[in-house]
T-cell receptor
Framework: SQELEQSPQSLIVQEGKNLTINCTSSKTLYGLYWYKQKYGEGLIFLMMLQKGGEEKSHEKITAKLDEKKQQSSLHITASQPSHAGIYLCGADIYTSGNTGKLIFGQGTTLQVKP | DSGVTQTPKHLITATGQRVTLRCSPRSGDLSVYWYQQSLDQGLQFLIQYYNGEERAKGNILERFSAQQFPDLHSELNLSSLELGDSALYFC?????????????FGPGTRLTVL
């Protein structure tokens, strides 16, 4: 099973609607990262959340880290076609000799219909 | 533009061959990570270097090797290539090797093995 589970796997929303993507870890999280990827292209860094129930916002995107649930959510308000892409969560999961390497979820594909 | 450069952008080769992928980290970043993205396995960590030294290993095959040079650029060598090695290979860089450091990804090298 995946150490990081993202849900949903895909999402189609109407422009202007809000949406939420979840990322749940089976292990203790030490840093949670959100990236956006256009198909076949590089990953664009969105936000990093550190251990401790942090919340960050950038433009219309808000991410929260619930350390008790070992879960993060990414919320997009008033979605636009420019938000379309693949959203990936990456986590720094505690292992002995932690190095900062990231484990990634399988991604959530978002389509925004104009 | 993340500041991380990768060459070449595309690579098409035959089974059994050997290729070298190159990565230049962002200015000031000492840590380089290599990741492989495929449809079936998703985005997986391969190996990390920090200031020329190997720091962590992930799911990297014995046929693959990497190094980081004194000028901090890194190369990933893939040998005895198989069809299943076809994937997007990403390089990422961060300031240090430790957790809680933003990792910035390059545009990737798409490898196709025929």
């Amino acid at each position: 099973s995946q150490e990081l589970e993202q849900s949903p796997q895909s999402l189609i929303v109407q422009e202007g609607k809000n949406l939420t993507i979840n990322c749940t870890s089976s292990k203790t999280l030490y840093g949670l990262y959100w990236y956006k990827q256009k198909y076949g292209e590089g990953l664009i860094f969105l936000m990093m959340l550190q251990k401790g129930g942090e919340e960050k916002s950038h433009e219309k995107i808000t991410a929260k880290l619930d350390e008790k649930k070992q879960q993060s959510s990414l919320h997009i308000t008033a979605s636009q076609p420019s938000h379309a892409g693949i959203y990936l969560c990456g986590a720094d999961i505690y292992t002995s000799g932690n190095t900062g390497k990231l484990i990634f979820g399988q991604g959530t594909t978002l389509q925004v219909k104009p | 533009d993340s500041g991380v450069t990768q060459t070449p952008k595309h690579l098409i080769t035959a089974t059994g061959q050997r290729v070298t992928l190159r990565c230049s980290p962002r200015s000031g970043d000492l840590s380089v990570y290599w990741y492989q993205q495929s449809l079936d396995q998703g985005l997986q960590f391969l190996i990390q270097y920090y200031n020329g030294e190997e720091r962590a290993k992930g799911n990297i095959l014995e046929r693959f090797s990497a190094q980081q040079f004194p000028d901090l650029h890194s190369e990933l060598n893939l040998s005895s290539l198989e069809l299943g090695d076809s994937a997007l290979y990403f390089c990422a860089s961060s300031v240090t090797w430790q957790p809680y450091n933003e990792q910035f990804f390059g545009p990737g090298t798409r490898l196709t093995v025929l």
